[in-house]
């Protein structure tokens, strides 16, 4: 059996530049020459076993950093751009890919922004008669994507907040540590029947005003949303320096999402969440019982658990509307979301929908023959009131079939028969499957033949 050999120059390089060494230095702590690791960070060699042992008992270096993770998800997102037509005769080979992946990976993130920004501009131009003559024409860069991007590519782990949340919880419950801060602070909880109200703060009467309509889980969250902006101000905004947003408004929308980070990590402290995670074969609704936590809540936090040295089970955490947008995406396993447009079809988070108030199942394999334990449940939250709006989306996790026994959900599965895996794909654009009964769009890099006489499923047939 052949063994995968390990290229992580990029990481090797950011691990040096982190502790502040030069190529020398840090050579001579891994007692190794300086071309051996001048050829390793540029990827013209492996990383070898012993280096990596001189990384961990030097360094104290976590192993699980140099996994293929961030390789394979920027290796999908440039897939996805590059299958815009206007690259239908210059796109790079798949091999290519990887080696911006592996090698210049500032370069491929360079290259994501810059198609993003030309969409942008495209979709801007689509709808100019119209924004004119309404007035409001908005020109910029998405705000929204780019605080996603910013989360997706930190590993959905931002580890100053979320150790500064655990050391906020403390051995405290959740609404002990919520009553005492806002006692030293001087606020009162003020509950109130208001339509389409969450959360709204008087900083001059000293009031927090929540809806008592909503579950116990939210108010909660809010108010520790809440204590994030006001105690943490300092550290949100040291790490929002430290992004380089483009835009004012880039960086007040990730404000609110540093400060909702804090908030589910005080609310589920991380070394009790995953202990207790390990301890329940991650059963999301004991967790959901235990922590006061509501199933989207710890469904999301399970897949910040990427601490260096005490990672948990590496998952993929979606959250979809009823019109099949993902609205929400993380994936700390190789399953990469698409960027643009909804999931696949044939996966469960869209059978959610149809049964309510359950989890469902579902052994799923991906074209890259990668084998995952799906599970999906759909959520309703009502306004609570006759006629209020209500919210309904499907939220989806799961982990590769290797994890899979770690989970209570693969109980009763026959994981060892290759044939109850359902194949599932990313986006049509870039799914390679050539027989595949509900693609919407043929496959990139894939010729097409089309028989006026006969038709089939599809109005064309893939040629491999």
């Not at 071309?35 to 030097?58: D, G, T």
């Not at 440039?78 to 299958?83: G, V």
């Not at 999301?284 to 235990?290: F, M, N, Q, R």
């Amino acid at each position: 059996m052949s063994v995968q050999k390990l290229y992580a120059g990029a990481k090797l390089r950011e691990t040096r530049t982190h502790l502040g060494l030069t190529q020398k230095a840090f050579a001579e702590k891994l007692s190794i020459s300086l071309p051996y690791l001048n050829q390793m960070e540029n990827n013209h060699r492996p990383i070898s076993s012993a280096v990596i042992l001189a990384l961990v008992q030097e360094f104290g270096f976590d192993v699980s950093e140099l996994a293929i993770g961030d390789g394979e998800r920027m290796v999908t997102d440039l897939r996805e751009a590059l299958a815009d037509p206007l690259f239908k005769d210059t796109a790079p080979a798949l091999l290519d890919l990887r080696l911006i992946a592996t090698n210049a990976p500032a370069m491929g993130r360079a290259f994501l922004a810059l198609h993003r920004a030309y969409m942008q501009t495209n979709e801007r131009f689509a709808s100019l008669d119209e924004a004119l003559g309404s007035g409001e024409v908005r020109p910029g860069a998405s705000p929204w994507e780019e605080v996603r991007d910013f989360f997706h590519y930190c590993d959905n782990y931002i580890d100053a907040v979320d150790r500064a949340a655990e050391r906020f919880a403390g051995d405290r419950s959740a609404d002990a540590a919520i009553t005492d801060m806002l006692s030293d602070l001087g606020i009162a909880i003020r509950l109130v029947s208001e339509d389409a109200l969450i959360r709204r703060f008087d900083p001059q009467a000293k009031t927090l005003t929540l809806s008592a309509s909503a579950p116990q889980s939210t108010r909660r969250f809010q108010a520790l949303h809440q204590i994030a902006l006001l105690t943490k101000a300092d550290l949100l905004e040291a790490t929002l320096d430290f992004a380089r947003f483009q835009s004012d408004q880039a960086r007040d929308i990730a404000k609110i999402g540093l400060a909702n980070y804090f908030a589910g990590a005080a609310l589920m402290p991380y070394g009790s969440f995953l202990d207790f995670a390990k301890s329940t074969r991650h059963d999301i609704e004991k967790l959901a019982h235990h922590f006061g936590a509501s199933l989207e809540q710890v469904s999301h936090r399970l897949s910040t658990l990427q601490r260096p040295g005490a990672k948990g089970v590496p998952v993929f955490f979606v959250r979809v509307d009823q019109a099949g947008t993902i609205t929400k995406r993380h994936s700390a396993t190789r399953l990469q979301f698409a960027r643009y447009g909804g999931a696949c079809p044939l996966w469960n988070v869209h059978s959610a929908f149809e049964t309510p108030g359950q989890f469902i199942r579902q052994l799923a394999e991906t074209p890259d023959g990668v084998r995952y334990l799906c599970l999906a449940r759909e959520v309703t939250h009502g306004g609570g009131a006759w006629r209020a709006p209500v919210r309904r989306y499907a939220i989806g996790l799961g982990c590769e079939i290797s994890h899979a026994s770690e989970f209570v959900y693969s109980d009763g599965l026959d994981t060892s028969d290759a044939t109850t895996f359902e194949a599932i794909g990313i986006s049509c654009r870039i799914c390679p499957r050539a027989d595949c009964h509900q693609r919407s769009l043929p496959p990139l890099e894939r010729t097409l033949q089309i028989d006026h006489n006969s038709r089939k499923t599809l109005p064309y047939e893939v040629v491999d």
